[in-house]
């Protein structure tokens, strides 16, 4: 049964989520302040977190960015705030997805479920031999999904992973935004094409020497991307 960790200060809205997700066989626990919640996302085994953005102790931004230092248990950001540099932070920070409030709590779960059965699967790639994607000085290393440039690791959060391997898996196809978010995320974009647009950017900083004259991922105005060899 897969473990999922709620931070969440508005009581009622954490009781609403949890009953939903247990009606769906998942085990929950909750934490309404930033601070405990923090303390136990990095000392337990979770198999996903629903973080709030607005926390007492230590907010949602902060609590997500410690975690990504460490992990890369899969976050869905929540928030009332809709204003869209929330979600790009919030993105950038290394959040999974980002819901804006108020919400559907059976959309909720339809997007925990589709995060966990993509991170599962992805994790539990070939354990025998390692795959790798070789492309000038960037190296791709698909089973222990690690990533180097010029022989240097960098760290990735698993979206920014998944959507490199992705284009780099299909070299010179262009893909509209709408269709990067449909393949890597598993849901229609339903507005949220920022979160490709952020993934892209913060992708470009790791791997790129000149991020406006990108040589790996390629803007093609007006369509989408693409990644070039």
């Known amino acids: 049964m897969s ?8 009581e009622s809205i954490a009781e609403l989520e949890k009953d939903y997700l247990e009606l769906s ?8 302040s930033g601070d405990v919640g923090l303390s136990r996302a990095l000392k337990e085994d979770f198999d996903l977190i629903i973080l709030d953005l607005m926390l007492p102790g230590v907010d949602g931004f902060e609590v997500c960015r410690q975690i990504r230092e460490i992990k890369n248990t899969p976050i869905i950001m929540v928030s009332a705030k809709k204003e869209d540099i929330d979600k790009i932070r919030g993105l950038g920070m290394g959040a999974d997805d980002y819901m804006t409030k108020p919400f559907s709590p059976s959309e909720l779960v339809a997007r925990v479920k589709a995060h966990l059965a993509r991170y599962k699967r ?14 000038r000085g960037l190296k791709i290393d698909k089973t222990a999904r690690r990533v180097f440039v010029n022989d240097e690791e960098k760290n990735f959060t ?5 959507l490199l391997t992705f284009l780099a898996e299909h070299p010179n196809h262009v893909y509209t935004k709408e269709e990067l978010f449909r393949e ?15 993934h ?3 992708i470009r900083e ?12 390629e803007t093609i105005w007006g369509v989408g991307y693409r990644f070039k060899v």
Not at 3 to 10: H, K, M, P, Q, Y
Not at 184 to 191: A, D, L, P, Q, T
Not at 206 to 216: C, F, G, L, M, V
């Open 25 to 32: 066989q998942f085990e929950v626990d909750i934490e309404n």
């Open 206 to 217: 790791k791997i790129e020497t000149d991020t406006s004259n990108p040589q790996y991922i």
């Open 3 to 10: 473990r999922i960790l709620i931070i969440e200060d508005e």
């Open 184 to 198: 890597i995320w598993e849901m229609e974009s339903v507005g949220d094409i920022a979160t490709v647009t952020v």
């Open 200 to 202: 892209i950017k913060k």
């Open 158 to 162: 698993t979206k920014e992973f998944d």
């Open 122 to 135: 992805l994790v539990g790639a070939d354990e025998h031999r390692n795959q790798w994607i070789e492309i």
